[in-house]
């Protein structure tokens, strides 16, 4: 099963990109993806983007990940 996680775009020097992922700051490789620019939100697997995803649905997502998390610990 693989799993992506959301992330916003906070910088972007050539093919790599800082992406915020749940106030974790990460590199990620944006090469699949390079119409994105700072502020867009990204599906992220393996440490590269791999789909834009619009900000509504990026914080719906991060919500039930948090939630998930709640009962995980």
Same mark, same amino acid.
């Given at each position: /099963?693989? #799993?992506? %996680?959301?992330?916003? %775009?906070? &910088?972007?020097?050539?093919? /790599? $990109?800082?992406?915020?992922? +749940?106030?974790v700051?990460? &590199?990620?490789?944006?090469? #699949?993806? *390079?119409?994105i &620019?700072?502020?867009? @939100?990204? +599906?992220?697997? $393996?440490?590269?983007?791999?789909? *834009?995803?619009?900000?509504? $649905? $990026?914080?719906?997502?991060?919500?039930? =990940?948090?939630?998930? =998390?709640? @009962?995980?610990?």
């Amino acid at each position: /099963m693989c #799993l992506a %996680i959301i992330g916003r %775009i906070e &910088k972007i020097e050539g093919d /790599m $990109a800082i992406a915020e992922i +749940m106030a974790v700051r990460r &590199k990620i490789s944006i090469v #699949l993806v *390079p119409e994105i &620019k700072v502020g867009d @939100y990204v +599906m992220i697997h $393996a440490g590269f983007a791999i789909n *834009p995803i619009d900000e509504e $649905a $990026a914080k719906e997502t991060e919500e039930i =990940l948090k939630e998930v =998390l709640q @009962y995980s610990e």
